[in-house]
Antibody, heavy 117, light 110 residues
Framework: QVQLQESGPGLVKPSQTLSLTCTVS??????????WSWIRQPAGKGLEWIGR???????NYNPSLKSRVTISVDTSKNQFSLELRSVTAADTAVYYC?????????WGQGTLVTVSS | QSALTQPASVSGSPGQSITISCTGTSSDVGSCNYVSWYQQQPGKAPKLMIY???NRPSGVSHRFSGSKSGNTASLTISGLQAEDEADYYCNSCTVSNTIMFGGGTKLTVL
């Protein structure tokens, strides 16, 4: 079955760019017919949808983050990525990559990213 | 965009039924047939429990059911069990081609 794994730095300095990659195994992103999404969860708080990319590269973003976010896909590596620019402490959270956006399954295990100097 | 509204907490005794509501607007829940529900155990990634308002994925107990009326979706858990204690989240598409989550509900099994 499809599995997702997030990877990237666990610590990012304020004002810098948070970059994460999601590696998909057990299935291909290309021509999958699925959206692939990033979702985050600050400690003790709820889930926040960041954005999604379709298998043709089309993207949609959360309006509150849109000016700072880019989601891209590398079909040759079967990966998709998240860039979040100009981060602050408020961006500290567990970041999940997922298949789907309205019906989300499966989820990656999540990776904690802390924004601190 | 604001989060969909869920009660912060609900509780019930083993064997009872509980319902968690997820209230949005005519721009999201009211116009979207793709409302889903997720269960999150402490320290774990969320798990899909209901999709497309009322469908259960393979392997999810029949005790979980979903429905929608107007701008409010609901998750009902019947025959509560201790293992159902978790946080529950709804999500919905919107007319703006974005996704919204509910604020989450903590279910306590007494």
């Amino acid at each position: 079955q499809v599995q997702l794994q997030e990877s990237g730095p666990g610590l990012v300095k304020p004002s810098q760019t948070l970059s994460l990659t999601c590696t998909v195994s057990g299935g291909s992103i290309s021509n999958s017919g699925y959206y692939w999404s990033w979702i985050r969860q600050p400690a003790g708080k709820g889930l926040e949808w960041i954005g999604r990319i379709f298998d043709n590269g089309n993207t949609n973003y959360n309006p509150s983050l849109k000016s700072r976010v880019t989601i891209s896909v590398d079909t040759s590596k079967n990966q998709f990525s998240l860039e979040l620019r100009s981060v602050t402490a408020a961006d500290t959270a567990v970041y999940y990559c997922t298949r789907g956006s309205q019906t989300i399954s499966p989820w990656g295990q999540g990776t904690l990213v802390t924004v601190s100097s | 965009q604001s989060a969909l509204t869920q009660p912060a907490s609900v509780s019930g005794s083993p064997g009872q039924s509980i319902t968690i509501s997820c209230t949005g607007t005519s721009s999201d829940v009211g116009s979207c047939n793709y409302v889903s529900w997720y269960q999150q155990q402490p320290g774990k990634a969320p798990k899909l429990m209901i999709y497309d308002v009322s469908n259960r994925p393979s392997g999810v107990s029949h005790r979980f059911s979903g429905s929608k009326s107007g701008n409010t979706a609901s998750l009902t858990i019947s025959g509560l069990q201790a293992e159902d204690e978790a946080d529950y989240y709804c999500n919905s598409c919107t007319v703006s081609n974005t996704i919204m989550f509910g604020g989450g509900t903590k279910l306590t099994v007494l």
